[in-house]
């Protein structure tokens, strides 16, 4: 078996409470609180950063050339293209470059991006990718299935058509593939790393969303 399909099938418990946790039940139906989803896109934007970063360093570490040309330009567009969606939200609501750097990276952002970076920095290229699969995939996932329920006048629209469209499917297409194609050549010590990462950030996915229903903040 691939190791996107096993790795799906051992997290789909996860992905089914991710798939239907309020967050996203209020996203598809338009009821989200517009506090809720502007709290969600700054985190957001704080950890695209981030996460543009992680793809960076898989770039750095594929040896085979068209991988180092496949992350480097996901790094640039995980940083333009999201950022564009981002953009047009804040724009809407008057958030500027200023107060967006004042706003802090919330508890869940912050460990997403820390776990992220960390794992991009120390891990073997095989377990970075690993944990960069959930943060394709479930969006993938998420967003068809929303896109399927939510109305014309869902406020939320650009997001949904974002993470249903043709474009984002086809790189979450050639994310598995680069993962299974290093998945192939791995050891079972290896694989049994990639899984450990692979569930870790399915579960980060998870406390992203509810950090942002729970209007999450720091305690101190
Ligand atoms: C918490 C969180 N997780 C996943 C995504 C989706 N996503 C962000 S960057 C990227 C790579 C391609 O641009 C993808 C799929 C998100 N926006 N926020």
Not at 107 to 120: D, E
């Amino acid at each position: 078996m691939p190791f996107s399909a096993d790795a799906w099938a051992r997290n789909e418990a996860a992905y089914e409470t991710i798939r239907t946790m309020p967050f996203n039940a209020e996203l598809a139906d338009g009821r989200l609180s517009r506090e809720r989803f502007v709290h969600y896109i700054v985190q957001d934007a704080h950890y695209l950063i981030g996460f543009g970063r992680a793809l960076a360093l898989a770039a750095a570490k594929a040896r085979d050339p068209d991988r180092i040309v496949h992350f480097a330009r996901a790094a640039e567009s995980a940083i333009v293209v999201e950022r564009s969606l981002h953009g047009s939200f804040f724009e809407e609501w008057g958030i500027d470059a200023k107060a967006f750097a004042a706003i802090p990276v919330q508890p869940s952002a912050h460990h997403y991006v820390s776990y992220l970076t960390a794992t991009a920095f120390a891990e073997p290229y095989e377990v970075v990718l690993a944990a960069l699969l959930p943060c394709f995939w479930i969006y993938a996932e998420v967003g068809r299935d929303i896109h399927q329920r939510a109305g014309a006048d869902n406020p939320y629209r650009a997001w949904i058509d974002t993470y249903a469209g043709e474009e984002f499917h086809a790189a979450v297409a050639r994310m598995i593939a680069a993962t299974d194609e290093a998945a192939a050549q791995a050891s079972p010590a290896l694989l049994a790393r990639m899984h450990e990462a692979y569930t870790a950030a399915t579960r980060l996915e998870y406390l992203f969303w509810d950090g942002a229903w729970r209007l999450e903040r720091w305690p101190v």
